[in-house]
């Protein structure tokens, strides 16, 4: 039979029940302060922001473009694209953010990327689940950008898998980490220009043989930490739709603000 509530409270004033869980919490925060996110001051809690830092992001909210996320200065009214996704529609058929690339977001990515800052995962995908909500719901299932093998070895985790696992563990979706292959290693994306972007990815990934199947049919949600140009969110897209997904959408923590075409 279930507890009565006068049982349940009984058995928590228990001596060294109530008062333990506080004093070791109380203890790791003396040691052990949480800091923030961006800048490593003192906050309340783990995975936050200080008020300087939450100030200086410029979180993504509407009116954005339907397409590719592109937030704008003014609504546009009944025409939710931007140029860009006029003239030619990304591959992908939705892409939505967290926050735009500014100081702060780059300097959050970057230690979370190669930093070993992997601390900030459920706090970054917990901002991603309340960003790409619609998205989440309208998946079949999700999946991270990969990384080639010889950079997983170096770097020794996939940012954009550990995104995706918090978000499955936080929103309940169907996460696939093995969904796509980054078949070979391609030259940074660093410094090169839309065109190159492209051209440096082509033939870059692959559905994995065994996943075939699960994907036909399938809306895919592709996981990355950043989108510059959406060369990469296209490429992996390209390769889903191929394999038989039915459409895909996409969802990173920042995006670099800027027409993807």
Not at 90 to 108: C, F, H, K, T
Not at 112 to 122: E, L, R, S, V
Not at 242 to 253: E, M, N, W, Y
Request: proline share 7%; with cysteine; net charge positive.
């Amino acid at each position: 039979m279930p507890q009565s509530d006068a049982s349940i409270n009984g058995a928590l004033a228990k001596p060294g029940v109530l008062s333990k869980l506080p004093l070791v919490k109380l203890t790791l925060d003396a040691l052990l302060p949480p800091q923030c996110l961006g800048c490593r001051a003192i906050v309340e809690e783990a995975g936050a922001l200080c008020p300087e830092c939450w100030d200086e992001i410029d979180f993504a909210a509407p009116p954005h473009c339907e397409a590719c996320g592109l937030t704008f200065e003014f609504d546009p009214g009944e025409a939710l694209l931007c140029g860009a996704c006029v003239r030619e529609r990304p591959v992908y058929r939705r892409a939505r953010m967290v926050m735009a690339y500014g100081e702060i977001s780059r300097r959050l990515v970057i230690t979370f990327k190669h930093g070993d800052g992997c601390d900030a995962a459920p706090a970054f995908a917990r901002w991603m689940v309340r960003a790409g909500g619609g998205l989440i719901a309208a998946a079949d299932l999700v999946a991270p950008v990969p990384l080639h093998w010889t950079r997983l070895f170096a770097r020794r985790y996939n940012q954009a898998a550990l995104l995706a696992l918090e978000i499955g563990k936080q929103s309940g979706a169907v996460i696939v980490p093995d969904l796509l292959v980054r078949r070979r290693r391609t030259r940074s994306q660093g410094g090169l220009g839309p065109k190159e972007r492209r051209r440096n990815l082509k033939g870059a990934f692959m559905a994995r043989p065994s996943q075939i199947q699960i994907i036909k049919g399938k809306t895919v949600l592709l996981i990355d930490d950043v989108m510059t140009t959406g060369a990469t969110a296209s490429a992996c897209a390209k390769t889903l739709l191929d394999a038989g997904a039915k459409s895909v959408d996409v969802l990173t923590l920042v995006k670099v603000m800027s027409p993807a075409y």
